[in-house]
């Protein structure tokens, strides 16, 4: 955990944005090449615990370690320099499949393929950190929170209300084993318009 944020410390200072989460991944997996030379690096490397055709996003190598990861890149609308960031919505959805690739992590660290795992979300939407207001806890992801002091545990799921087309494509529980404190990091700014400013969560599942 403690490389993947030091790459993300000096990613920032070289790119503070990214056109996709394909350009976010292989720049990060880059970055660690950089941190740590002597680090075998993979991207899209197949998972054999999940069905066929899975892959994590990055795993890398040296010594006795092995850390795998899974990145997210959530985005609301922007325009900046040649970037042009889509505005994504779907919330809910995006904090559910961030959880469930925690879980993910966690059957991977579980199985010995990696001796740590990460989830790491880049995002320019404050909805993702920012504390919800009291009127919508109560939400159907109330759950699936993610917000800056949320704790995720336990097995989570969506609310009695959601709907079949919200759940859709993400119909199963997600049974968390471990315990995890949502703490969010500046990532970088580009000035001083809604969006323009970047944080990422970053949560480690280890032995």
Not at 64 to 82: F, M, N, S
Not at 125 to 147: F, K, Q, S, V
Request: with cysteine; proline share 4%; hydrophobic share 35%.
């Amino acid at each position: 955990m403690i490389a993947l944020k030091t790459a993300l410390e000096s990613l920032s200072k070289k790119r503070p944005i990214f056109h996709s989460e394909a350009d976010f991944q292989h720049a990060l997996a880059w970055e660690i090449h950089c941190q740590r030379e002597d680090a075998r690096v993979y991207v899209e490397k197949p998972c054999p615990l999940e069905q066929k055709h899975a892959h994590v996003d990055i795993v890398a190598e040296w010594g006795e370690h092995r850390i795998a990861c899974e990145v997210k890149y959530c985005t609301k609308g922007l325009a900046y320099d040649e970037f042009h960031l889509k505005d994504q919505g779907a919330q809910d959805c995006h904090r559910y499949d961030f959880l469930r690739d925690l879980f993910r992590m966690e059957r991977i660290v579980k199985s010995a393929q990696a001796a740590v795992g990460c989830v790491v979300l880049l995002t320019n939407d404050g909805l993702y950190w920012r504390t919800p207001r009291p009127r919508r806890t109560a939400t159907i992801d109330a759950a699936l929170r993610i917000h800056q002091g949320a704790t995720v545990r336990g097995t989570l799921f969506w609310g009695d209300k959601a709907s079949p087309g919200s759940k859709r494509g993400r119909e199963d529980k997600i049974p968390l084993g471990g315990v995890y404190a949502c703490r969010w990091e500046d990532y970088s700014r580009l000035g001083d318009k809604p969006g323009d400013e970047f944080k990422y969560l970053l949560l480690a599942v280890g032995k």
